[in-house]
């Protein structure tokens, strides 16, 4: 499964990306409000940090805007997947950029009948937002698991990319589920490593290695 970093603070890029956990970026309008830079500068600094896809988003809501939008965007640099909203300009934008030879990652997906949309419109990438769905008391991941079923079905290419990703269990989930790509804040990301069993282990070993009175240099 491949791990895309959601976010535009390219020092946290940089840091996953060293550590060989970075396959790919996604950002919104959200996060390139959050980073307070110049979305085609950001982007493209992004575009020079990772070889994988980094999603860049659309602002315009009409199809025509969306498509000049995207085609600027994909000007950035080669890896970069243009990200639209799951509306029918959006999977309109999705058909024509994808015909064009763009990657594009359909987004603000919510049901199983959008992903199905997303799917038939060409869609690279469609992107289930889990932790949306679980603010609102129903199940992010049933959802990952049902369009799973359905590209499954269908012989679909497009590849699921979970986001909106809150937690490692999210992670570990989506991973059993057979997602294609979670998308995780840095600090998610960061947290997979962690158990307290290990700690608690690595103390005791620790303490028992100074007990040796060794050293291995
Ligand atoms: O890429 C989509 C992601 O940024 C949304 O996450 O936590 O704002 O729902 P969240």
């Known amino acids: 499964m491949k791990f895309f970093v959601d976010t535009a603070d390219v020092e946290a890029i940089r840091d996953l990306n060293d550590l060989g956990m970075a396959d790919g970026v996604t950002t919104n309008p959200s996060l390139i409000l959050k980073s307070g830079r110049d979305i085609l500068e950001v982007t493209k600094e992004i575009c020079g940090i990772v070889s994988g896809p980094v999603s860049a988003e659309v602002v315009a809501l009409t199809a025509d805007e969306m498509i000049a939008e995207g085609r600027k965007l994909a000007e950035i640099a080669p890896n970069i997947a243009v990200k639209v909203p799951l509306t029918w300009d959006g999977l309109k934008t999705c058909k ?109 070993f620790m303490q028992d290695w100074a007990k040796t009175g060794q050293t291995i240099l």
């Open 96 to 204: 024509v950029l994808t015909g064009e030879g763009h990657m594009v990652n359909v987004t603000l997906c919510f049901s199983a009948n959008q992903a199905l949309l997303a799917a038939k419109a060409g869609a690279t990438f469609i992107s289930p937002f889990i932790g949306r769905l679980d603010d609102i008391n129903l199940d992010g991941l049933d959802l990952i698991s049902d369009i799973r079923t359905i590209y499954d079905n269908y012989g679909f290419d497009t590849q699921i990319l979970a986001a909106s990703i809150r937690t490692a269990n999210h992670v570990a989930q989506c991973a059993m589920i057979g997602a294609d790509v979670v998308t995780a804040p840095p600090a998610v990301i960061k947290s997979l490593a962690n158990h307290v069993l290990t700690d608690k282990g690595l103390d005791q």
